[in-house]
């Protein structure tokens, strides 16, 4: 599947929605875009330069992170694919189809919108930057789960710093990593977190508490925090 652009989407409950834009739209030293939508429920994470690749959206429950994967193919086509490989179709709309992984991961096939023109997302010169949507695979679905997200993106695997990390090596131009982690439970559903790449860690750190956020662990290469509403993320060593 040819994907031209992916979309990291933090997904938030209408409640907590308000607070947790402005947190995102903070960090990540972005402008919010005017809501959009029926009920104005998406916006936009505008950079100072460069293409936007994270997108924020109220939701009625739940929460959490999903991805939009953008394809010059035609949608029906895109699906038709996804399917065969394991995914099952949840919705269809006019530009969107929204299916869940074969581990029960949400996603959204797009339609490419930029025909015939790049988009540039911005890292020199970034103290840290939301590059990552993290998986979070229960044990007894992991094989799988890397299996359908290696052959849908066509991006190779290649083994992560740790032996529970599988990571998908993305094609230049692409803004968003797929790192996919084996987790200790052995059943349940795949969800996912969104991970920053910092220069700094500390920095970073002390930054995004100055925010909001919260400390949750440390660990030699990543800190584990939580949002102002409770969303977990990590800050990674690694180059923006």
């Known amino acids: 599947m040819d994907i031209r652009w992916v979309w990291a989407f933090l997904d938030t409950p209408t409640p907590d929605a308000e607070q947790s834009w402005a947190f995102w739209a903070t960090v990540t030293r972005s402008r919010l875009s005017e809501p959009r939508g029926e009920r104005r429920e998406f916006a936009t994470l505008l950079p100072e ?15 959490g992170v ?21 995914a099952v179709e949840v919705a269809r709309h006019d530009e969107v189809v929204v299916l869940r992984s074969p581990g029960g991961m949400t996603f959204c096939l797009t339609s490419w919108a930029n025909a015939g023109s790049a988009l540039q997302q911005v890292r020199e010169g970034q103290p840290d930057l939301l590059d ?13 789960e890397v299996a359908f997200w290696e052959t849908l993106t066509g991006w190779p695997k290649r083994p992560g710093s740790l032996p529970e990390f599988v990571s998908l090596t993305r094609p230049d131009g692409i803004p968003v990593r797929f ?38 662990s440390e660990h030699e ?3 584990v925090m939580h949002d102002p509403v409770g969303r977990t993320y990590c800050l990674t060593d690694r180059r923006p």
């Open 132 to 144: 990552q949507v993290c998986l979070d695979v229960p044990s007894g679905s992991f094989a799988r």
């Open 49 to 63: 330069r460069g293409d936007a690749w994270v997108k924020v959206q109220r939701v009625l429950e739940g929460g």
């Open 179 to 216: 790192l996919l982690q084996r987790l200790g439970e052995p059943t349940g559903t795949v969800s996912a977190h969104v991970d920053l790449a910092a220069r700094d860690r500390g920095a970073t750190r002390e930054a995004h508490v100055a925010a909001g956020a919260e400390v949750v």
């Open 66 to 86: 999903h991805v939009d994967l953008d394809v010059e193919v035609p949608l029906p086509e895109a699906a038709a694919e996804a399917t065969r490989l394991g």
């Open 221 to 223: 290469f990543w800190t």
